[in-house]
């Protein structure tokens, strides 16, 4: 109990000291720091779903263009609301129609398991992102701008920068509540051994499509935000085969095996390619692979794994 | 009429092109379980190597395949030995993909910094050569690059159909340990299986160059395409690549034809989803292990 409060504090105490570094840092790094938390909310999403159960999906983009376009088409339906309520509107348009959508594709695609699961989710985000492209009501090739919400007395990157960190908060908080609930003992049972959790009586399908849905629902809420601050979006931008990797990349160079590894992962990922790798932008790409295969033969379990391996050596 | 016809065999020779650009992909996830990620930088690298060596050497790109093909042999070995295999050997299906990705994305950098992002292609002296059967018309270089396409499956086929080889290859893709109780050395079966592979993603790629035009970044393209061609034809068999090649090239020219460009690939990709959900095992089944 004693232990729970203290990280509690410790929690509130970090966002406070995050929430106030704009008012100290230059706008470079205001937005350095708000594409971490973005992809670091992505990234926990992402592990809501491959975390727990171990369903790895290739295309989680899928949801952050859904989100993004919902939240787009959504403001143009209330274009003289104020900014606070049409960002309030955005959010809950991606959050509820990537939710809605994936409870409608979460029966027919968690049927399926391991690679088959993977690649059925790669091929539902290239589907929807060629519809997008293709259909005139989402701007076609020409895309879809976005108002700008910010009030005029807040810089634009600090104003994205506090909504990304407030909703990083939230999908921390969620997910931590599931890993201390029956959903999340139930899923950690399907990750070990499906057909075993199934016969001990975990309801299987019932917790996947929970944890698949609010995976998705979630990821369409953040997508809103990161549609906000582009500004303007195409079915490329946010369809985007490389927001799907970024998750999975992520979350396995922090480590899966816990809630801060896909934050941890995305912190390090993006601060050594937004500021290590500034000046090599043209091996940018090689440098981003080279890591990679460091990471997955080296330690294999993120970099949290390494922190509770030497944690353990040092205990002996 | 004449419009149908001339769409169909297009679409065919289209097919043939896309059932070579897919063996590869399929003979790894048959046999070694891995979904390559690397396997359209291969093919792209094959479509490159043949460009150095038209414009440079002046080397007709039919030519240029048996050598290209040992020279990806020799880097499909070295990058399974290398990074592929210890992933395999983690247990983790998502480390040996997160590999292949890695590797694609040194891959495609080299390839960038090499040769620009700009598009390049392959012209041949006889690349603008249309022969005319009745009112249908055929590039003459889609026609040579179906046949060495043909040849190429061919030549795949019987070697792990008759060789020594090919018949360690096959156990292992039933069974690893039984292959190794056997006596087998499962590791030096998965690169040659690799090896094997990238030579033919490489022989692809020259053909692929001499009819379509290529960028470093399009290697997605073609592991995407490969994906819904095996999983459409059914994952590890030769016979299921060749179908699903063929029926993926037909669909898809008869979409550019009657639905309008824009579609194409959204089809494609539909037919990728709705065969995973309705047959996941693809149309011919999978001889090869369960690829769970």
């Given at each position: 109990m004693a232990r729970r409060i203290t990280i509690l504090l410790l929690a509130v105490l970090l966002i406070a000291a995050l929430a106030i570094l704009p008012f100290f840092l230059k706008a470079f790094y205001v937005r350095v720091g708000l594409s971490i938390f973005l992809s670091a909310g992505f990234a926990v999403c992402w592990w809501l779903l491959a975390g727990f159960?171990?369903?790895?999906?290739?295309?989680?983009t899928a949801f952050v263009g859904i989100g993004a376009f919902a939240a787009a088409l959504a403001l143009r339906a209330v274009p003289e609301a104020a900014p606070a309520l049409q960002l309030a509107w955005a959010l809950g348009a991606g959050l509820v129609v990537a939710g809605g959508i994936a409870t409608i594709i979460a029966w027919p695609i968690l049927r399926l398991r391991g690679h088959y699961f993977t690649i059925a989710m790669l091929a539902v985000a290239l589907v929807l992102g060629e519809a997008v492209a293709a259909f005139?009501?989402?701007?076609?090739?020409t895309g879809l701008a976005l108002p700008n919400l910010a009030p005029m007395s807040v810089r634009v990157e600090a104003f994205f920068y506090w909504i990304a960190l407030a909703l990083l908060a939230v999908v921390l908080a969620i997910a931590w509540a599931i890993s201390r609930s029956r959903l999340g003992y139930g899923l950690a049972a399907i990750r070990e051994d499906e057909d075993a959790a199934q016969m001990l009586g975990v309801p299987t399908t019932r917790f996947k499509v929970v944890a698949f849905v609010l995976s998705g629902a979630l990821t369409g809420s953040i997508g809103a935000v990161y549609a906000l601050n582009l500004g303007y979006i195409t079915s490329d931008s946010v369809f985007r085969g490389s927001l799907s990797l970024e998750m999975i990349v992520n979350s396995l160079v922090g480590g899966m095996g816990s809630i801060l590894g896909p934050v941890i992962g995305a912190a390090v990922m993006t601060g050594v390619t937004k500021l290590v790798l500034a000046d090599l932008l043209e091996y940018h790409l090689a440098i981003t692979g080279i890591l990679i295969i460091a990471v997955v033969l080296l330690a294999p379990d993120g970099i949290v794994g390494l922190w509770r391996r030497r944690r353990a050596r040092e205990a002996e | 009429m004449t419009a149908l016809v001339q769409t169909l065999v297009n679409g065919l020779l289209y097919g043939g092109i896309l059932s070579i650009a897919a063996v590869g992909f399929s003979l790894i996830f048959g046999v070694m379980s891995v979904i390559n990620l690397t396997h359209g930088i291969f093919v792209i690298g094959g479509a490159y190597g043949a460009l150095v060596a038209w414009s440079?050497?002046?080397?007709?790109p039919l030519l240029s395949i048996p050598p290209l093909m040992l020279v990806a042999f020799a880097l499909g070995w070295g990058c399974q030995r290398l990074v592929i295999q210890p992933a395999v050997e983690r247990g983790n299906p998502v480390a040996a993909l997160l590999v292949t990705f890695g590797f694609t994305l040194i891959a495609v950098n080299l390839l960038t910094v090499t040769f620009s992002s700009s598009v390049r292609s392959i012209s041949p002296s006889y690349s603008f050569i249309n022969l005319r059967v009745g009112d249908i018309s055929i590039d003459l270089v889609r026609l040579v690059a179906f046949a060495c396409g043909l040849a190429l499956i061919a030549i795949l086929g019987s070697f792990l159909r008759f060789s020594r080889w090919g018949r360690v290859i096959r156990a292992t893709a039933l069974s690893e340990l039984g292959a190794r109780l056997c006596g087998v050395d499962a590791r030096a079966v998965y690169a040659l299986t690799f090896a094997v592979a990238s030579a033919f993603a490489a022989a692809s790629g020259v053909l692929i160059g001499m009819m379509l035009p290529f960028t470093p970044a399009e290697e997605v393209t073609w592991t995407v395409y490969a994906f819904i061609v095996v999983t459409l034809g059914g994952v590890g068999s030769l016979g299921g690549a060749m179908l699903g090649g063929l029926l993926l090239g037909l669909v898809s020219t008869l979409t550019q034809t009657?639905?309008?460009?824009?579609?194409t690939n959204m089809v494609m990709f539909l037919i990728l989803l709705v065969t995973l959900l309705v047959r996941p095992n693809g149309i011919l089944g999978s001889a090869f292990k369960a690829s769970r």
């Open positions: 159960t171990s369903y790895y999906s290739f295309g989680h005139p009501v989402f701007g076609g090739s | 440079v050497l002046g080397i007709d009657y639905l309008g460009a824009v579609y």
